[in-house]
């Protein structure tokens, strides 16, 4: 069983955590559902052994993660800066890039890299990287399951279970597993609200944002012969609906569900000439690979890059990756 796989890094870790007083817990720029419940989940077991924690991951939060329980423990970057941790986890995190280099290496601060993503660069002194979590939220239920069941809580219970919600897509997505099922089901003995939860997350939205996703629909183009669907989020667009980029989490599905369409891609115009592209694939369409070769990386059928470039010359290269891609491989493959 996988909890066997990690046990020695497990029992590391909870030997680190109880000899350190000044944890830092980072988190990957615009930080999602699962980077931001398996931090708040972590670090309530670390405030549970008496250390100070700060919680950072830079970039745009979406508003709705701050209504979490334990997110109060989120700081701010003059926070961060005073902050001389004795211990740093990352989490979520491929690469070090993800959390802007905030993970000072060298200068005898040990790093624990826990991470489900296949590129993860194993940056850390510990890495606990298990591509078959369908969030890194499982793996922190892992940690505590095994070496503090007593930090879960229904509040650490219910930031876990946000965590597998949004990255398994509402338990949807390839990635939802009997573990991921189990777990959610565990969670829910422990107190968190399965319903609530999926209100709050899934289903309530905010009226600037829709206004976007309207705005964003409208850019939906559909191209070789049905299998590419690629849409985008200018800075006009966010002008004219009110609304903040970190609005858009969830809008390339849009794209991406189309029935036809094998490869999708949003394009999002995060400032002049920089776009970051989210990703999505059906069947063994490799996305990650495409998202690497261009800095970037991800899951085989969720992954993401920035280009340095506007939006017509991001869509134009992203385009003919897609188009190599499809060369040579007939359509009308099953679904996702
Ligand atoms: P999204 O499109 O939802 O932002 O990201 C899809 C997946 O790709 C997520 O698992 C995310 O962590 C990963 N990802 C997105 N952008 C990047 C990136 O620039 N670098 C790496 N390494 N992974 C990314
Ligand atoms: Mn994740």
Request: hydrophobic share 45%; net charge negative.
């Amino acid at each position: 069983m996988s909890e066997e796989r990690f046990a020695r890094e497990f029992d590391a870790i909870a030997g680190l955590a109880a000899a350190r007083r000044r944890v830092l817990v980072l988190g990957h720029v615009d930080p999602d559902g699962d980077c931001v419940g398996s931090m708040l989940a972590l670090a309530h077991y670390l405030v549970g052994l008496g250390s100070e924690v700060v919680c950072f991951a830079p970039g745009d939060m979406a508003d709705l993660y701050r209504e979490l329980p334990l997110a109060r423990l989120f700081a701010s970057e003059e926070r961060l800066a005073s902050f001389e941790p004795d211990l740093v986890f990352a989490l979520d995190s491929p690469t070090a890039a993800r959390t802007a280099n905030l993970i000072r290496r060298g200068d005898g601060v040990p790093v624990v890299n826990i991470d489900h993503h296949p590129t993860n660069e194993r940056y850390g002194d510990i890495n606990v990287v298990d591509e078959s979590a369908s969030a890194a939220a499982i793996i922190v239920y892992r940690l505590l399951a095994r070496v503090a069941p007593g930090a879960l809580t229904p509040e650490t219970a219910g930031c876990l279970y946000v965590g597998v919600l949004m990255d398994t897509g509402g338990f949807r997505f390839r990635n939802t597993n009997a573990e991921a099922l189990a777990a959610a089901a565990r969670f829910v003995e422990l107190g968190a609200r399965p319903h609530e939860l999926a209100h709050d997350f899934l289903y309530v939205k905010k009226l600037s944002s829709l206004k976007l996703l309207s705005l964003s629909l409208a850019s939906l183009e559909v191209r070789g012969g049905g299998r590419i669907g690629v849409m985008h989020v200018s800075r006009r667009m966010l002008e004219e609906a009110g609304g903040a980029m970190s609005d858009t989490e969830g809008f390339v599905d849009y794209a991406a569900s189309i029935d036809d369409v094998e490869l999708a891609a949003l394009f999002r115009e995060v400032a002049p000439g920089e776009v970051r592209v989210s990703l999505r694939s059906r069947n063994d369409f490799n996305v990650a690979a495409l998202a690497e070769a261009h800095g970037g990386g991800g899951h085989r059928n969720a992954a993401g890059l920035t280009v340095r470039a506007g939006l017509d010359e991001a869509k134009r290269l992203i385009l003919r990756s897609f188009e190599e891609m499809l060369a040579g491989r007939p359509g009308g493959g099953g679904g996702a």
